[in-house]
């Protein structure tokens, strides 16, 4: 096997066990409300953002609370963003004034989540955006995405984007060797002509694995939204990324490469339709469309990333917390059908889907059905089945009619994800 494909199966090994993660946007967006690209879609200029840092006061920002919240939930890693594309750094940048110390704040907020989360035992990922909308070397005039895209001022500007870059490592450097271990770094993103090489990528690869060998990435600092770079390929580049980070959306045959072989993916997935703190978003999915989501990923080989904007103040939203809670209580029953579980041998059935670890298999049962439930291809396979929320057995006379659990639907679905397996005294025979 390829070398780099070999190191990537050995760095991801804890992640593709995971399966479930906390997505953390926060940033001075979180103030005016609507949303984390709102200095770009209203573009807006700089001495008319700049001072959100003198409003950001944090009072509320207790990361122990999110971590725990994110334990509850049943989530195994998270990422927080430590600088978005605006530019403001939730730490103690030494190349940027713009930083969350300089802030009313006045504290490294991610030294305090890093902190928080490796104590509960979660592990920890920093966002970094490759693009800077407020650095002057980072091109404006006709860049599709920058703020100032369209301003005149601007046109012809002679940017030096080698100083960009030279701004760009310096930051990240801060983070990779400055904070400890971290697990995961998760770089956005790549587009149109800023790719790759325009990143000097290669180098900075480099320089992350020499301080933060077993660190893993996404594949945006090679890869855009049209491109998924050499990640799928059977010979990756060394920024290829170690996973694919399809955004929005459960792809419908999970990920491949090449050869046919399932390479660690992870769905990046908002709980409302914003990643930052948008104040009348209110469109959030409900806990049972988050434990489909789930379920669908990890069938698939993937992962679910899920993201939580915190207000300004710090506070996690209600209702984020409320859904939190509940996925949380379906996972403390059921999460031995997510944790270290993947694709089924069998194909996916009618009435739901399988996840399956090893010789367990697991069936969530997301319809009801209007008589049997048909185990297609499955007679003489199915050694016991089992309710997974109690370990109480299903007779095969009930399991030919599992409408006998369906009092209503939301019942149905809490109870769905029973388990086969052997009994322990006939396991290994
Ligand atoms: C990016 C960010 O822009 C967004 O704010 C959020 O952080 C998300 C997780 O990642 O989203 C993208 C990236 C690329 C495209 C669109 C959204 N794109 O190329 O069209």
Same mark, same amino acid.
């Given at each position: 096997?390829?070398?780099?494909?070999?190191?990537?199966?050995?760095?991801?090994?804890?992640?593709?066990? !995971?399966?479930?993660?906390?997505? #953390?946007?926060?940033?001075?967006?979180?103030? %005016?409300?609507?949303?984390? /690209?709102?200095?770009?879609?209203?573009?807006?200029?700089?001495?008319?953002?700049?001072?959100?840092?003198?409003?950001?006061?944090?009072?509320?920002?207790?990361?122990?609370?999110?971590?725990?919240?994110?334990?509850?939930?049943?989530?195994?890693?998270?990422?927080?963003?430590?600088?978005?594309?605006? &530019?403001?750094?939730?730490?103690?940048?030494?190349?940027?004034?713009?930083?969350?110390? +300089?802030? !009313?704040?006045?504290?490294?907020?991610?030294?305090?989540?890093?902190?928080?989360?490796?104590?509960?035992?979660?592990?920890?990922?920093?966002?970094?955006?490759?693009?800077?909308?407020?650095?002057?070397?980072? %091109?404006?005039?006709?860049?599709?995405?920058?703020?100032?895209?369209?301003? @005149?001022?601007?046109? &012809?500007?002679?940017?030096?984007?080698?100083?960009?870059?030279?701004?760009?490592?310096?930051? #990240?450097? @801060?983070?990779?060797?400055?904070? &400890?271990?971290?697990?995961?770094? /998760?770089?956005?993103?790549?587009?149109?002509?800023?790719?790759?090489?325009?990143?000097?990528?290669?180098?900075?690869?480099?320089?992350?694995?020499?301080?933060?060998?077993?660190?893993?990435?996404?594949?945006?600092?090679?890869?855009?939204?049209?491109?998924?770079?050499?990640?799928? =390929?059977? +010979?990756?580049?060394?920024?290829? $990324?170690?996973?694919?980070?399809?955004?929005?959306?459960?792809?419908?045959?999970?990920?491949?490469?090449?050869?046919?072989?399932?390479? %660690?993916?992870?769905?990046?997935? =908002?709980?409302?339709?914003?990643?930052?703190?948008?104040?009348?978003?209110?469109?959030?999915? *409900?806990?049972?469309?988050? #434990?489909?989501?789930?379920?669908?990923?990890?069938?698939?080989? $993937?992962?679910?990333?899920?993201?939580?904007?915190?207000?300004?103040?710090?506070? #996690?939203?209600?209702?984020?917390?409320?859904?939190?809670?509940?996925?949380?209580?379906?996972?403390?029953?059921?999460?031995? *059908?997510?944790?270290?579980?993947?694709? *089924?041998?069998?194909?996916?059935?009618?009435?739901?889907?399988?996840?399956?670890?090893?010789?367990?298999?697991?069936?969530?049962?997301?319809?009801?059905?209007?008589? !049997?439930?048909?185990?297609?291809?499955?007679? &003489?396979?199915?050694?016991?089945?089992?309710?997974?929320?109690?370990?109480?057995?299903?007779?095969?006379?009930?399991?030919?009619?599992?409408?006998?659990? !369906?009092?209503?639907?939301?019942?149905?679905?809490? =109870?769905?994800?029973?388990?086969?397996? %052997?009994?322990?005294?006939?396991?290994?025979?």
């Amino acid at each position: 096997m390829n070398k780099l494909i070999e190191e990537r199966t050995r760095r991801t090994e804890w992640y593709r066990d !995971a399966r479930f993660g906390m997505f #953390i946007h926060w940033g001075l967006y979180a103030i %005016p409300a609507r949303g984390e /690209w709102v200095r770009s879609r209203e573009r807006i200029k700089k001495e008319n953002y700049d001072y959100l840092m003198d409003e950001f006061s944090c009072e509320n920002y207790d990361p122990k609370e999110w971590a725990r919240l994110a334990k509850k939930a049943g989530m195994k890693y998270a990422v927080l963003t430590a600088k978005h594309h605006d &530019g403001f750094c939730l730490y103690d940048s030494k190349v940027s004034d713009f930083n969350s110390m +300089n802030a !009313a704040c006045h504290r490294d907020l991610v030294k305090e989540f890093l902190d928080a989360f490796r104590a509960e035992g979660i592990k920890v990922g920093l966002y970094f955006s490759l693009l800077d909308w407020r650095h002057e070397d980072y %091109p404006h005039y006709g860049d599709m995405h920058h703020p100032m895209r369209d301003n @005149e001022e601007w046109k &012809g500007y002679n940017h030096n984007f080698d100083n960009y870059l030279d701004f760009m490592h310096a930051q #990240i450097k @801060e983070l990779v060797t400055g904070y &400890g271990k971290l697990d995961l770094m /998760w770089f956005d993103f790549s587009y149109g002509p800023m790719n790759c090489d325009k990143w000097k990528a290669k180098e900075l690869m480099e320089m992350v694995r020499e301080y933060q060998p077993d660190i893993i990435t996404d594949n945006r600092l090679e890869g855009s939204a049209e491109y998924a770079g050499t990640i799928k =390929t059977l +010979n990756p580049s060394t920024y290829a $990324g170690d996973f694919a980070s399809p955004e929005q959306m459960i792809p419908p045959e999970g990920i491949v490469d090449e050869a046919g072989n399932s390479i %660690p993916w992870e769905a990046c997935i =908002t709980m409302n339709n914003n990643w930052g703190y948008h104040a009348h978003d209110k469109h959030f999915k *409900s806990d049972k469309l988050i #434990i489909r989501m789930l379920v669908e990923c990890v069938s698939k080989n $993937g992962n679910l990333i899920l993201n939580v904007g915190p207000k300004a103040n710090g506070e #996690i939203p209600k209702e984020s917390v409320e859904i939190l809670e509940k996925v949380g209580d379906w996972m403390k029953e059921n999460s031995k *059908s997510i944790y270290g579980c993947g694709i *089924s041998e069998y194909n996916k059935p009618e009435w739901g889907r399988f996840t399956q670890n090893g010789k367990f298999l697991y069936a969530h049962v997301f319809e009801e059905q209007a008589g !049997a439930i048909a185990l297609c291809n499955m007679v &003489g396979k199915i050694k016991k089945m089992r309710l997974l929320r109690d370990g109480s057995e299903i007779l095969q006379s009930n399991y030919w009619n599992l409408k006998e659990f !369906a009092k209503d639907a939301f019942f149905f679905f809490d =109870t769905s994800a029973s388990d086969c397996y %052997p009994l322990p005294d006939d396991r290994d025979s």
